[in-house]
């Protein structure tokens, strides 16, 4: 039990439709970072937030945008969805910093695009 | 190429054998992590090295930084080991974001 939740935990959605994903942190933790994961795959790095302002960015396109709240929480949006953003959505809260720092996972969501 | 490449992508054992997986990266590192990830998705740190060698019960990472290269040791394995194995890496250059490797799936025989 890492103290980071996300939901939901299943999504369907269709082709063209947009989509919300929700993180909460573990308490304190003031980093959130998000990561897609394809099927057979690692995770691949979408961006990061700390004290909400967007702190690095993966290779993906614009419709795929965030958000930190002051509470730390954190969303993940996704516009006009495509088959192959179906995927586990991962997010990790963190102390900010470099180094040995832990990321703390939450359980994910898998989302369905048909 | 990946910046992380790990091997073997599936390892199959029977309980009680010695386990070792394999992580190799080609850029320069700050931290190295090692991390468990079961069906269902959820991930958990196991081990956070920069440099030497960690052991946690059964688990046994090492990191050797000049070549560039650390492995994941199970001792005794046992079937609740079965589970995907992932090494990620934070680069000197992205701050605290990780890069991943592919994952090597782990199936323990009882």
């Known amino acids: 039990e890492t103290g980071v939740t996300q939901s939901p935990t299943h999504l369907i959605k269709t082709r063209g439709q947009q989509v919300t994903l929700r993180c909460s942190s573990q308490?304190?933790?003031?980093?959130v970072s998000w990561y897609q994961q394809a099927l057979g795959q690692g995770p691949q790095f979408i961006f990061q937030?700390?004290?909400?302002?967007?702190?690095g960015r993966g290779n993906f396109p614009p419709r795929f945008s965030g958000l930190q709240f002051p509470n730390y929480s954190s969303e993940l949006n996704v516009n006009a969805l495509e088959l192959d953003d179906s995927a586990l959505y991962l997010c990790?809260?963190?102390?900010?910093?470099?180094?040995?720092?832990?990321?703390?996972f939450g359980p994910g969501t898998r989302l369905t695009v048909t | 190429k990946n910046e992380v490449e790990q091997s073997p992508q599936n390892l199959t054992a029977q309980e009680g054998e010695f386990i070792t997986i394999n992580c190799s990266y080609s850029?320069?590192?700050?931290?190295l992590h090692w991390l468990q990830q079961h069906p269902g998705g959820g991930i958990v740190s196991l081990f956070m090295?920069?440099?030497g060698k960690k052991k946690h019960g059964r688990l046994i990472a090492t990191i050797n930084i000049q070549e560039k290269h650390s492995s994941l040791h199970i001792t005794a394995s046992h079937p609740r080991d079965s589970a995907v194995y992932i090494c990620?890496?934070?680069?000197?250059?992205?701050?605290?974001?990780?890069?991943f490797g592919e994952g090597t799936q782990l199936t323990v025989n009882p």
């Open positions: 990620a890496v934070r680069l000197e250059t992205s701050g605290s974001r990780l890069t």
């Open positions: 090295l920069s440099s």
């Open positions: 308490s304190g933790h003031n980093t």
């Open positions: 937030y700390y004290r909400e302002e967007e702190n």
């Open positions: 850029v320069g590192i700050s931290a």
């Open positions: 990790a809260s963190s102390l900010p910093g470099t180094g040995l720092v832990r990321q703390y």
